[in-house]
């Protein structure tokens, strides 16, 4: 897998909300995110989209992730792919979001920020 994938994975990573047994979620719906490598060698910029239906994340390029996001929107949540690995905090509103990720993949290591935006 590429650095690439490690973006994906780290993305996919930061809309994971609590377990469906709480039910529909505040922040359930379609969102676009873009994640900006501020240190390594990742791509520079990456985005895609992501669902989220009940407080799961869904993407196809999802392995193994944890996550959950506050009543306040504070998000905290990490992801595995392979020998791959990221992990993020960060803050979402009702239409945005913005927060920090850092990774490895081997002895690559990169870190920046993330935005996500509604759709």
């Known amino acids: ?3 690439r994938s490690l973006l994906i994975a780290a993305a996919s990573c930061f809309l994971v909300f609590a377990p469906a047994a709480y039910g529909r ?3 359930d719906g379609s969102w676009d995110l873009v994640f900006v490598t501020q ?6 910029i990456f985005t895609f989209t992501v ?16 996550g959950n996001v506050t009543k306040s929107g504070a998000v905290r949540a990490s992801v595995t792919v392979q020998d791959k690995y990221a ?4 803050k979402l509103l009702a239409t945005s979001g913005r927060g920090t990720w850092s990774g490895h993949s081997g002895t690559a290591r990169c ?7 509604r759709n």
Request: aromatic residues 10%; proline residues 3%; positive net charge.
């Open 51 to 66: 669902d989220v239906t009940n407080g799961i994340v869904t993407h196809p390029n999802l392995v193994r992730f944890r």
């Open 25 to 27: 979620s505040a922040f």
């Open 87 to 90: 992990t993020g905090a960060g």
């Open 111 to 117: 870190s920046g920020y993330w935005t996500a935006q």
């Open 39 to 44: 240190r390594g060698a990742c791509d520079s």
């Open 1 to 3: 897998m590429t650095r």
